[in-house]
């Protein structure tokens, strides 16, 4: 028996990975299933709590023909992605000028790397590393505005290393044919995913228990029986407290505000808009839901991301200084009709020194744990959306399977 805690997206994908392998499969929960990602349709648009989409693959691609899920990709006015620059939000590429000089700084660095092949530094910062690859104005505009859109930090706290590894396949894929970077989302939003794994789940006998698991030991383990952890670091390290390193990884404070507007207010017709921290916004950057995917109305709808600690602020002054940025972008605003706060005070894993640590010698812990039949599955191994989550997941029931299968 395959014991699995948490039914996140991390927990539930691997539980039928497993249950297609013909292993048997427990969930625990103590929660919500779903974990993070929620979605909420209400009579004038439908927002996210967390995930609002995946960045499609041909393995997620089955996987939603396995669960009868209709997936859309993102509509063609999302193409355009805006970044804040020069007192408004602008179109990449930039201007003539500037796209040369950032153009002429990413030549040299692909010079660099064909000649000299040399690894990235683990101590390095994201902030390090991009201005002596690329040159400080492409570092602080557009690397700054882009990783914050990802990782909830600038680039002065995020480990280089961590970051540019996670943006390669997983290893087992690396391989293969490559589709083109389009995001991709159920009808209904991602709960939609959430709600067929559970149901289709069920339908293959696996149990989701709601018990909050607080030891190991409270599973009863039998002989040949296997823990996997698919948690969030800190939860897995009040866990498995003995998992060197586990218990150092940090995580990003983030707090969305989904703004409703009347369907004639003026928007953004774009993915959405970035905010470099030189242009000191509130928040990181905000996402024209209405225009990322078709069936989000009728009234248009905004999520504003911001990554700080917003423990003493109120909803109230949240809402005031999400306005005060979009005035920037459009003065003259209405008021939104609705407005909906999210906060998740540890929302994702930093991308950080320590995180890179703990990946560094992530192959030896596994090892370790996998003598005392105990397993990880998460977003802070490496990659952190869910297309990622789920390859690393195939390739961890397969060993599972090979194993106890
Ligand atoms: C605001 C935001 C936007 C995002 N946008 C995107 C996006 O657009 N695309 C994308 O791919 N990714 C996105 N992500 C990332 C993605 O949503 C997460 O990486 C993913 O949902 C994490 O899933 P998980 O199952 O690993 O963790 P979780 O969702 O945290 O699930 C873990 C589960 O374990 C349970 N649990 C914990 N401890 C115990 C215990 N002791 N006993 C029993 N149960 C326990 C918890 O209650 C929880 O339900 C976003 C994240 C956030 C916060």
């Known amino acids: 028996m395959i014991h699995i805690v948490g039914a996140g997206f991390s927990g539930l994908s691997l539980a039928w990975e497993l249950q297609k392998a013909g292993l048997k499969v427990i969930v ?11 979605s909420y349709r209400t009579s004038t648009h439908l927002r996210e709590t967390a995930a609002n989409g995946v960045l499609w693959n041909p393995r997620f691609e089955v996987l939603a023909k396995e669960l009868g899920v209709e997936f859309q990709p ?20 930039l201007s003539f000028i500037e796209t040369i000089k950032f153009l002429a700084a990413g030549f040299k660095f692909i010079l660099k790397k064909i000649f000299t092949k040399k690894q990235i530094d683990s101590d390095l910062t994201l902030e390090q590393w991009g201005t002596q690859s690329f040159g400080s104005p492409f570092t602080g505009v557009i690397l700054s505005a882009a990783v914050q859109g990802i990782f909830a930090l600038t680039p002065k706290y995020l480990n280089a290393k961590a970051v540019l590894e996670s943006f390669k396949s997983v290893t087992a894929f690396k ?14 939003g991602m709960g939609e995913l959430i709600s067929a794994l559970k149901q289709k789940l069920a339908e293959k006998d696996v149990i989701i228990k709601h018990q909050e698991i607080l030891d190991l030991k409270d599973l ?39 703004l409703v507007w009347p369907k004639e207010a003026k928007t953004l017709a774009g993915f959405g808009c970035l905010f470099p921290p030189v242009e000191r916004f509130f928040a990181a950057g905000v996402l024209i839901n209405s225009c990322i ?31 005060m940025d979009r005035q920037r972008l459009f003065p003259n605003q209405d008021q939104p009709l609705e407005r909906h706060i999210v906060r998740w005070p540890k929302a994702i894993p930093a991308y950080n020194l320590q995180l890179e640590k703990f990946l560094e010698t992530y192959q030896q812990t596994a090892k370790t744990l996998a003598k005392d039949n105990i397993y990880l599955s998460g977003n802070y191994l490496g990659k952190i959306g869910l297309a990622k989550i789920y390859d690393q997941n195939i390739v961890l029931a397969k060993k599972l399977k090979v194993h106890y299968g």
């Not at 993102?74 to 602008?90: D, G, L, T, V, Y």
């Not at 040949?224 to 404070?253: C, F, H, M, R, Y």
Request: proline share 7%; charged share 30%; hydrophobic share 30%.
């Open 74 to 93: 993102s509509q063609n006015e999302a193409k355009k992605r805006f970044i804040f620059h020069n007192r408004r939000p602008r179109r990449w590429p």
């Open 293 to 323: 995917f078709a069936n989000r109305g009728p009234n248009p709808s905004e999520t504003w991301i911001i990554s700080q600690d917003l423990e003493k602020f109120s909803d109230e002054q949240i809402k005031q200084h999400v306005l």
């Open 220 to 258: 009863n383990l039998e002989k040949n029986d296997v823990v996997v952890i698919a948690t969030s670091a800190w939860e897995a390290a009040q866990l498995i407290p003995q998992t060197q390193g586990l218990e150092k990884i940090q995580a990003v404070p983030i707090t969305t505000v989904t």
């Open 28 to 38: 625990y929960e103590k929660n919500r299933i779903g974990g993070r990602i929620q």
């Open 175 to 188: 391989k293969a044919k490559k589709y083109k970077p389009v995001t991709y989302s159920p009808k209904d």
